[in-house]
């Protein structure tokens, strides 16, 4: 059994407008000191597989083809 | 600058009918051997501040506060 952490985020300069929204309810619950906030999706993923490197293939078709939207997001994927 | 990546995800047993979906996809999309599937959210601040003690303790009161759910939901918090 594998477990897949793939972490999908906006793109540099794509508006994130969820981080903007609850950087500014933190801003309004007077914490000081928030200069930026972005929010992406952590999808764990448990793959019954023993061979890492074929999984990290499959996972990284998995995120093309729809965990992430690559024309805005990065996607990272972290195997343990 | 201290960057804090907030990991918020469903306690175990709560039901992920986002998870449950993706899950549902990729077995329609002929993805093989994914035995579950978890979604949650990361959540980046950037903090203007070289204190990471007293900025974890900030952290965590925002968690608990706005960032989570705490009734459903478990975070962690990693400082880099």
């Known amino acids: 059994m594998i477990t897949a952490i793939v972490n999908v985020s906006l793109k540099p300069g794509v508006l994130d407008s969820q981080g903007k929204a609850v950087h500014h309810a933190l801003d309004s619950l ?34 093309e083809e729809i965990l992430a939207n690559t024309v805005i997001e990065d996607y990272t994927i972290e195997l343990v």
Chains 1, 2 share one sequence.
């Open 30 to 63: 007077h914490f000081k000191g928030v200069e930026d906030v972005r929010i992406g999706k952590q999808i764990v993923l448990k793959l019954d597989s023993d061979d890492k490197e074929a999984t990290r293939v499959e996972v990284e078709k998995m995120c």
